[in-house]
């Protein structure tokens, strides 16, 4: 996997420091929504924990971590962007989309009508794992992801999804 590009706030001291002035304050959180989407983009992961000292929140050059009401600012910022949701109810452990699960289950839906998923059945596995998703945006996406959007698709009546045996699938239309 190559480097992670920060970006040049997270080498200023003050960004792991919520401002007090509104209008800068805001401005951070931005940052850091893009910060945090790129970065679990790249690692293309999920789950986040906002009591671990990753190094999204910890610069070990500048000795500087964001404290943990920081984090949770930068959570519910991400929040209410659509990019990011609680998973429990402490709201320490949190789901982040690099794109809102709108954007998810369009890719998705697009991408099962270019390949000719229509009136077929495909587990959620294949969705995000299998030989047809290879080189999609969302290949190896978290499973939980892919559901969650899978269930937009279904209440805008695009999809159905299916329980059989041990397996979810849906059936795209």
């Given at each position: 996997?190559?480097?992670?590009?920060?970006?040049?706030?997270?080498?200023?001291?003050?960004?792991f420091?919520?401002?007090?002035?509104?209008?800068?304050?805001?401005?951070?959180?931005?940052?850091?929504?893009?910060?945090?989407?790129?970065?679990?983009?790249?690692?293309?992961?999920?789950?986040?924990?906002?009591?671990?000292?990753?190094?999204?929140?910890?610069?070990?050059?500048?000795?500087?971590?964001?404290?943990?009401?920081?984090?949770?600012?930068v959570?519910?910022?991400?929040?209410?962007?659509?990019?990011?949701?609680?998973?429990?109810?402490?709201?320490?452990?949190?789901?982040?989309?690099?794109?809102?699960?709108?954007?998810?289950?369009?890719?998705?839906?697009?991408?099962?009508?270019?390949?000719?998923?229509?009136?077929?059945?495909?587990?959620?596995?294949?969705i995000?794992?299998?030989?047809?998703?290879?080189?999609?945006?969302?290949?190896?996406?978290?499973?939980?992801?892919?559901?969650?959007?899978?269930?937009?698709?279904?209440?805008?009546?695009?999809?159905?999804?299916?329980?059989?045996?041990?397996?979810?699938?849906?059936?795209?239309?």
């Amino acid at each position: 996997m190559a480097d992670f590009d920060w970006p040049w706030e997270y080498n200023f001291p003050p960004f792991f420091t919520l401002q007090p002035n509104n209008e800068t304050r805001t401005r951070q959180l931005t940052v850091w929504n893009n910060l945090t989407r790129n970065y679990y983009k790249h690692r293309n992961q999920s789950s986040l924990d906002i009591n671990e000292d990753s190094p999204l929140f910890c610069n070990n050059a500048l000795k500087r971590r964001l404290p943990t009401e920081g984090r949770l600012a930068v959570m519910e910022h991400l929040q209410g962007t659509g990019h990011a949701a609680p998973l429990d109810k402490r709201r320490t452990n949190w789901q982040v989309y690099w794109h809102t699960l709108d954007e998810w289950a369009k890719i998705i839906y697009d991408w099962s009508q270019r390949t000719g998923q229509t009136n077929s059945v495909c587990t959620i596995y294949e969705i995000s794992n299998g030989d047809n998703s290879v080189g999609e945006e969302f290949h190896e996406l978290d499973q939980d992801v892919v559901l969650k959007a899978l269930k937009l698709l279904e209440e805008q009546g695009k999809c159905e999804l299916m329980l059989f045996d041990d397996s979810q699938g849906v059936k795209f239309f």
